[in-house]
């Protein structure tokens, strides 16, 4: 079964640090996501991404935040410059509206700031 | 807004019990709505989903009936394995593919 793909599987960065994260979504999937999870607490939405622009974003996605598509394959998160709040599990998550499918996620990356 | 709340962990149970975990949502409209899990070290999975009331998701043999008058998702097995060790979560959808409005999540461990 086709699978979303992520890496690296864990980052360590340190506070003021730009970093990206990088994802593979399933290749016939048009719709993107992000997701984090801080430790022990819920999974929480980021933003959605469709045809090269922001679908939606929530209000932790803050200007420090930014997704991009650079070729046909890849989807990135970039923090420009992490705060130790930043420290989560990132969870990339894609899907095919057109045949009604429900998100697909990846392992996600372990994101820890110092 | 949308919102969902489910029974705090962990819950602890023995091999072939019986497990319940509780999931209460709130939304406008008709949600769909989604058990994940997530194993240890992994990523979130889909367990199983319902679109619409009375709706029954079963999958791996756990099952969960959309219920519109309790607003309710309950997820339930009949006989839990180790293997079934995880963390689910409960979510919802104001639409059956877009953005999911977790509930917090529910660890289950299941001792031999």
């Known amino acids: 079964e086709p699978e979303v793909t992520q890496t690296p599987s864990h980052q360590v960065t340190q506070m003021g640090q730009e970093v990206i994260l990088r994802c593979v979504p399933i290749?016939?999937?048009?719709?993107f996501y992000w997701y984090r999870q801080i430790l022990g607490q819920k999974v929480e939405f980021l933003v959605s991404f469709y045809n090269n622009e922001i679908s939606e974003k929530s209000e932790i996605f803050d200007d420090q935040f930014s997704v991009e598509r650079p070729d046909g394959s890849n989807f990135t998160l970039k923090i420009r410059s992490t705060k130790l709040e930043d420290s989560a599990m990132y969870f990339c998550a894609s899907s095919d509206r057109e045949n009604n499918s429900p998100l697909h996620f990846g392992n996600g990356t372990r994101l820890t700031v110092t | 807004g949308n919102s969902v709340t489910q029974m705090e962990g962990p819950v602890t149970l023995s091999e072939e019990a019986f497990l319940t975990i509780n999931c209460t949502y709130t939304?406008?409209?008709?949600?769909?709505l989604f058990w994940y899990v997530q194993y240890p070290g992994e990523g979130l999975q889909l367990l199983l989903k319902?679109?619409?009331?009375?709706d029954k998701g079963s999958n791996k043999g756990f099952e969960a009936t959309y219920r519109k008058e309790t607003t309710s998702f309950h997820l339930e097995k009949g006989s839990v394995q180790v293997s079934d060790s995880a963390v689910y979560f409960c979510?919802?959808?104001?639409?059956?593919?877009?953005?999911?409005?977790f509930g917090a999540g529910t660890q289950v461990v299941v001792t031999p």
């Open positions: 319902a679109t619409k009331a009375d």
């Open positions: 939304a406008t409209g008709y949600p769909s």
């Open positions: 290749s016939n999937h048009l719709y």
């Open positions: 979510a919802l959808t104001p639409d059956s593919w877009g953005k999911l409005q």
